[in-house]
Every structure is written in structure tokens, then in C-alpha cells.
């Protein structure tokens, strides 16, 4: 059975550094890529960018490129999303999710994570 | 980054047939599929819809997608109270290269 857990909650406050996890289970991790996708209170979905695991290769959204950085061990079929300095409109709830393919018609997310949700408050 | 546009409310009463529009550009829906999530409330988001009209292994037939030009759109029949969600359209932005996601429309069964 193909899953994504993501690491728990997280409550931290402004400026503090975060990361937070992904790890898949249940099929060949370095063959798929890995994104992760944003959704603040009450808002729509947003996509922050992806990693490969076979290279390490990562894209952005212009959006949230230099806010964040994407990453990968895939010795440990885990990719992560980390924050040098948090800020209070960074609180969400994080998905991760797995794309079929890379780009294209291929590209939709057949599996989801369960959600991490991020609040940064004083 | 540009993003999909949808209503950001659709209802109907159980029974009835509710479609949900999504209209993009020639760059997101005009050169690629849409796919279509839906989202229980305090749930992840789940496939739906993928490559404009195909439904996962699971997908009751009562959902059904479609899309022309720069539009999309998602019909439910026979609407149940267990369809009250959140439904994405999304799609692949092959001139930005980025993935694209609707506004958002929250579906109420009357």
C-alpha cells in the first residue's frame, strides 16, 4: 500500500527555523517525484515546488522560491520543506504529495500525505 | 504565478445535478488535462478527476469531467450529502512550468 506520512503539527515562533518531513512507504521512492503544497485558513491550494529523489532536483513556484527550501535523503525515502526564519504568514496546513509524472497530462497527485499544519505565532 | 478560477460556491439539493466550472489560460488549460480534487472537510485532498475525464479506481460514475479551450468543468449527479466538500481543478502551466490549482468551490447539499 502506497502512503505519505508527514511529521506532526508544529507551533514555533517568528523567526524561528523549521523543517518538516514526508516519507514514503509502499512503492519505489526514487522513481517518483515528491511536491509539496501549501494551504493557508480558509484558502485553496498552492504549489510550492517538487523534488526528484533520483537526483535531487528541485523546481520552485516563482512564488515561494527564496521563502523555502525543498529537499530529499532518499536513503530514507524522506523529502522535507524547511524555513530559515518563519514568519506568522507562513502558518498552513503542508501537503506533500506524489505526482504520477513530471510534467504534463501525467502530472496529478494520485497520493497525499495527511497534512502537517505549521503555526507561527509570538 | 497565475491561478485557475472557479465559483467559489456551488448547492443543490440531494438528487440533483451541481457542475462546477474552472477557466484558465492557453498556457494551464489550454495545453494540458484537468484533473480535479476533492477535499472532505479536515482532510487531505484526494484525486477525483484526472487527464480532463478519467475517475481512480473508487470514483463513484456520478462524478464526471469534461473540458474545451481554456475551460473546464466538473458535473456531480445525483448529489448526496456525502459529496459536501471542497473541489479543486488543477493543471500543468507548461510556459511557467508549475502546477496550477483553481480557487477553490465549496459544494453545500441543501
Known amino acids: 500500500e502506497v502512503r505519505l506520512v508527514q511529521s506532526g503539527a508544529e507551533v514555533k515562533k517568528p523567526g524561528e527555523s523549521l523543517t518538516i518531513s514526508c516519507q514514503g512507504y509502499?512503492?519505489?521512492?526514487?522513481?517518483?517525484?515528491i511536491a509539496w503544497v501549501r494551504q493557508m485558513p480558509g484558502k485553496g491550494l498552492e504549489w510550492m515546488g517538487r523534488?526528484?529523489?533520483?537526483?535531487?532536483?528541485?523546481d520552485y513556484s516563482p512564488s515561494f522560491e527564496g521563502h523555502v527550501t525543498i529537499s530529499v535523503d532518499e536513503s530514507i525515502n524522506t523529502a522535507f520543506l524547511q524555513w530559515s526564519s518563519l514568519k506568522a504568514s507562513d502558518t498552513a496546513m503542508y501537503y506533500c504529495?506524489?505526482?504520477?509524472?513530471?510534467?504534463?497530462?501525467?502530472?496529478?497527485?494520485?497520493?497525499w500525505g495527511q497534512g502537517t499544519l505549521v503555526t507561527v505565532s509570538s | 504565478q497565475s491561478v485557475l478560477t472557479q465559483p467559489p460556491s456551488a448547492s443543490g439539493t440531494p438528487g440533483q445535478r451541481v457542475t462546477i466550472s474552472c477557466s484558465g489560460s492557453?498556457?494551464?488549460?489550454?495545453?494540458?488535462?484537468v484533473n480535479w480534487y476533492q477535499q472532505l472537510p479536515g482532510t487531505a485532498p484526494k484525486l477525483l478527476i484526472y487527464a480532463d475525464i478519467q475517475r481512480p479506481s473508487g470514483v463513484p460514475h456520478r462524478f464526471s469531467g469534461s473540458r474545451s479551450g481554456t475551460s473546464a468543468s466538473l458535473a456531480i449527479s445525483g448529489l448526496q450529502s456525502a459529496d459536501e466538500a471542497e473541489y479543486h481543478c488543477a493543471a500543468w502551466d507548461g510556459s511557467q512550468n508549475v502546477y496550477v490549482f483553481g480557487t477553490g468551490t465549496k459544494v453545500t447539499v441543501l
Open positions: 509502499g512503492y519505489g521512492f526514487n522513481g517518483f517525484w
Open positions: 523534488v526528484d529523489p533520483s537526483d535531487s532536483y528541485v
Open positions: 492557453s498556457s494551464d488549460l489550454g495545453s494540458n488535462t
Open positions: 504529495a506524489r505526482p504520477l509524472g513530471n510534467s504534463g497530462y501525467e502530472y496529478y497527485f494520485d497520493y
